[in-house]
T-cell receptor
């Protein structure tokens, strides 16, 4: 099936720093979604992107749908302790299909005191 | 929060026993999915449903079966549980094909 390459795998940052992570695919995607997962919980949708070049913000989070439709970026500005968690990208490729989204393997965000 | 409830939230079972996990939604969404989440593998699709009694296999369907007799319920059955099926299982729903997926809180299954 489709694969998404998400990087970095983990990030160790200081509180207040900005964070960037990205996902790339080998094929064109029609949808890019970004999720956050806290320990013991299910993933929660942060941002949804539906158009190439689209830039969308949700508070301190900003995500972009790449022009080539094969990548997406998530930025977090001025990180705070509650940003700790696992961030997943997900997308629906242009082939469609009812089998839903393809997920990246996640970026573990760890904030050092 | 999307109305998705998974039950049970935690279960320990013995190898060889059948196990059924339940996903219940109150959103009347057409599409429902079962994923498993394991370290190093992320979320992997087990089975999905695109309507009542309409289901299909995902990436890791061996050893699992599903049923959907009502819009709101999607059941995942491990026919004969094995230790390799120890995992966290998530149900997800979407209202449109390829649209935003909303997840349940997960079921942590341990097979001993």
């Amino acid at each position: 099936g489709q694969q998404l390459n998400q990087s970095p795998q983990s990030m160790f940052i200081q509180e207040g720093e900005d964070v960037s992570m990205n996902c790339t695919s080998s094929s064109i995607f029609n949808t890019w979604l970004w999720y956050k997962q806290d320990p013991g919980e299910g993933p929660v949708l942060l941002i949804a992107l539906y158009k190439a070049g689209e830039l969308t913000s949700n508070g301190r989070l900003t995500a972009q749908f790449g022009i080539t439709r094969k990548d997406s970026f998530l930025n977090i500005s001025a990180s705070i302790p509650s940003d700790v968690g696992i961030y997943f990208c997900a997308g629906q490729d242009s082939g469609g299909g009812a089998d839903g989204l393809t997920f990246g393997k996640g970026t573990h965000l760890i904030i050092q005191p | 929060d999307a109305g998705i409830t998974q039950s049970p939230r935690h279960k320990v079972t013995e190898t060889g026993t059948p196990v059924t996990l339940r996903c219940h939604q109150t959103e009347n969404h057409r599409y429902m999915y079962w994923y498993r989440q394991d370290p190093g593998h992320g979320l992997r699709l087990i089975h999905y449903s695109y309507g009542v009694k309409d289901t299909d296999k995902g990436e890791v369907s061996d050893g699992y079966s599903v049923s959907r007799s009502k819009t709101e319920d999607f059941l995942l059955t491990l026919e004969s549980a094995t230790s390799s099926q120890t995992s966290v299982y998530f149900c997800a729903i979407t209202g449109t094909q390829g649209g935003e997926a909303f997840f349940g809180q997960g079921t942590r299954l341990t097979v001993v």
